[in-house]
């Protein structure tokens, strides 16, 4: 299940605004979760996901902008999330990986949505997502993405 959304640079000023709406980042982030959930109702989205491109702008706009000392999203590591390993990865990194923010839909920190960085995607998008907690979830469901309309 996932759900495709614009993300385009040049549709945001740079400190998170979205130009056509007016909304701040986190606002359409809550609009995001919520198509996501109308969509794959019961399930909410509890991973976001995008090019490092797109992670960058996404951090930059979380911070309005400001100079920050974080990096939102990890690595896939050979296509799977291995948070063990960007772990490691980071102990060299000069800036602190974000691994997760909290959900905008629960208004609730212990509602994460994951942040992974994923170079086969389009810099222009991101994906939200829902993945089992557990690897060969029986009742896992397999859908097509669905697009956001740029309008938000």
Sequence with gaps: MELIIPFK???FSKDGTHITSDKFIMELQRE??????????????NVLEGHPLAMWRLTQYMESGEETNYDFGMELIDGEIDID???????FAKLHTV?????????????????IKNDALNKNILVLKYIPDNDG????????????????
């Design 137 to 152: 979830d029986e009742n896992e469901i397999t859908t097509r993405p669905v697009s956001v309309s740029s309008s938000i």
């Design 32 to 45: 995001w979760e919520e198509k996501f959930h109308d969509q794959f109702n019961p399930f909410y989205a």
């Design 99 to 115: 691994y997760a923010i909290g959900s905008q839909l629960h208004d609730d920190d212990d509602e994460p949505l994951l942040l």
């Design 85 to 91: 390993t960007n772990l490691k990865i980071e102990k």
């Design 9 to 11: 640079e040049s549709e």
